[in-house]
């Protein structure tokens, strides 16, 4: 970085951080209690509430991880959990929200002992809270880490090597922590403000430089995907032509689809049916990091209007993460192959003494032939079958995984996967080369990408904090002062912290696949049946209390049996099946033993619950421009 690119950096994120702790000044949390710290005092307006939700949800961990599985065989498929979370947020405006907001409930674990029971309640909150601070947390910051090690690679601050990925683990958290502990939500919303903006703006110019490299590169040095056309036929052709012609092959390669073969072990068309909604729906409705902005809205009509207005940004999200992903593999898939290599190195280098057998995939095969026969070799010597020598990468993997099979017979663990391509470095890999130096340009992008790692972690450990001391601390401590439920919510954000730093770095293991699927397969032992029960809560207003317990005991049951037992099922269809046999389970309850009367919620005198007719008009809008968008990608 230059000095200008790093005077710029700073002044940016000195600045939102400034401005959003000037916007809580006044606020003496500790004296006007958890209202204020968790919930802005109720106070949001719409383009608050909209652009909080936007820089809350879109971190590194879509920037690295959504782009790095775009660059991998999904491409297009991917902007799915865009595209449908937007319809997703317009049902959540109008369904989920007029209920919570009537409540006057400060987190989603508290409507469900009102309308279940308080057993209910207290197993969604440590649920969730392990979840959040355990999945989405630990993976922003490695996510986040993961740009500073890749993009700053062989470089020190303060006698620190920044391309360590534990190094970047605490520079990216300690930050967060700082920053969350000061200012509660209303600092976190302020500088979402700035921050979603400069972040689509962001976005915006790494698109445009991406498409621009794309199309001044020699032909010759491009990766087509999934089609014969050889790169050289496209030396007079624009970027979006050599976009559309590198990678529009047929499908599984093509990655210009938005639907994938039934057998596809993300996405396959059938998790569009039903699977996909459910983290969605979880996601958007009921997960506290989300909806706690909602929650925070001065009127139910700002509330909705905020949902339909990050709903409208979401639709623009894949045309500046998913596309730059798609053509980081086209142009750079060298680079990506060399990032590979990094983190295959040790594997290889200490199989003389692995008692672990390692997976492979066809990339590693096709690239490493000779490392690929060394593992295959290694791997049948431990589970005592032989393999037959083969140059081919699909037959290598087909042996390969037939000694996978066998191994836990043996009592042989499972260890490393051995990757042709780091997709991951995907994003950080488009900054490195892209960026110029000596304008700003770069301090500003990498100001703006920084800034949402740190709002997103705010959100997120705010969230996990306000969880904890409304739903467990102060349930379990008889009358709290207001001073003491800040002061809770401030201690277990620093402890949320520092777990989440010491899980990060573990999270770079090829093993999870990619951080985009770890984040979704983990977050399926707990959303589809909180999602059924908060389903049966609104909309069945007879089921019986305890079918809230059941819902959420029974689906982690159902996953994990499924995922271990039936590991060839994807995990989006998994939860489709969870969240099936959960609603029948459910609503034979409620069929057997019905209430006799419906449970009266309590209700928030204070807020205000009319809605403007263009409100709904403007739902509606976003609802058609995503099915055009779908239409447009099928």
Request: with cysteine; aromatic share 10%.
């Amino acid at each position: 970085m230059s000095i200008i690119d790093i005077i710029v950096f700073i002044a940016f994120v000195a600045s939102v951080i400034t401005v959003g702790l000037w916007k809580s000044r006044g606020m003496d949390t500790e004296k006007k209690g958890a209202k204020d710290y968790f919930l802005a005092g109720r106070g949001l307006t719409w383009w608050l509430v909209g652009f909080s939700l936007i820089a809350a949800n879109i971190s590194t961990e879509q920037f690295v991880g959504m782009s790095g599985r775009a660059a991998d065989w999904l491409g297009m498929a991917i902007a799915s959990y865009e595209w449908m979370a937007a319809i997703t947020l317009v049902v959540v405006a109008f369904l989920f929200l007029p209920t919570f907001l009537k409540s006057g409930i400060y987190t989603i674990p508290e409507f469900l002992q009102y309308r279940y029971n308080s057993f209910a309640r207290t197993i969604m909150a440590v649920s969730t809270m392990v979840i959040l601070v355990g999945v989405p947390t630990a993976s922003v910051v490695f996510s986040g880490a993961k740009v500073i090690s890749v993009f700053f690679a062989g470089q020190t601050l303060l006698g620190l090597d920044l391309g360590n990925i534990t190094v970047a683990c605490w520079i990216i958290g300690v930050m967060a922590a700082v920053y969350v502990f000061a200012g509660g939500l209303k600092a976190c919303a302020w500088a979402d403000l700035i921050q979603g903006a400069a972040l689509i703006v962001g976005g915006v110019i790494i698109a445009w430089l991406t498409m621009k490299a794309l199309g001044g590169a020699d032909p010759d040095s491009l990766q087509a995907v999934g089609t014969s056309l050889h790169p050289s036929n496209l030396a007079d052709a624009g970027p979006v032509e050599r976009f559309i012609e590198l990678n529009r092959g047929a499908l599984p390669e093509g990655k210009l689809h938005m639907v994938r073969p039934a057998d596809d072990p993300e996405i396959p068309w059938t998790a569009l049916v039903v699977g996909l909604w459910i983290p969605n729906f979880f996601y958007w409705g009921l997960n506290q990091y989300i909806t706690q902005r909602t929650l925070g809205s001065r009127s139910l009509d700002e509330g909705q209007r905020g949902v339909v207005f990050a709903a409208f940004l979401k639709l623009i999200i894949p045309f500046v993460v998913v596309i730059p992903g798609i053509i980081a593999f086209n142009l750079w898939s060298g680079e990506l192959a060399d990032q590979a290599a990094l983190k295959n190195a040790p594997v290889l280098a200490g199989l003389s003494t692995d008692r672990a057998v390692h997976p492979f995939n066809e990339d590693f095969a096709r690239l490493h032939p000779a490392d690929a026969s060394l593992v295959l070799s290694h791997n049948a010597g431990l589970v005592q079958r032989p393999v037959t020598p083969s140059d081919n990468p699909k037959a290598m993997v087909q042996q390969n995984d037939a000694l996978l099979t066998a191994a836990p017979a043996h009592r042989i663990s499972m260890g490393e996967k051995l990757i042709g391509y780091d997709h991951d470095a995907a994003f950080p890999t488009i900054l490195r080369n892209v960026l110029p130096r000596g304008n700003g340009l770069m301090g500003f992008v990498l100001a703006a990408i920084f800034g949402a790692v740190v709002s997103s972690l705010a959100s997120m450990l705010n969230s996990a904090s306000t969880i904890f001391t409304m739903d467990i601390y102060a349930r379990f401590r008889k009358e709290p002062s207001q001073r003491s439920l800040v002061r809770s919510g401030r201690i277990s954000m620093l402890v949320f912290s520092l777990i989440a730093i010491l899980i990060a770095p573990a999270l770079g293991s090829p093993a999870f696949g990619g951080i985009f699927t770890f984040i979704q397969e983990f977050q399926g032992f707990i959303s589809p049946g909180i999602l059924a029960i908060f389903l049966f809560g609104l909309l069945v207003k007879k089921a019986p209390r305890i079918v809230g317990t059941v819902g959420l005991i029974l689906n982690p049951v159902l996953y994990g049996t499924l995922k271990y037992a039936a590991p060839q099922i994807t995990f989006l269809n998994r939860m489709a099946i969870c969240f099936g046999v959960v609603l029948v389970v459910l609503a034979v309850i409620t069929a057997v033993r019905p209430l006799k009367e419906p449970v009266t919620l309590p209700v928030n005198a204070e807020m205000n619950l009319s809605t403007r007719p263009s409100t709904k008009y403007l739902g509606i809008g976003v609802v058609l421009a995503t099915a055009a968008l779908y239409i447009l990608f099928w």
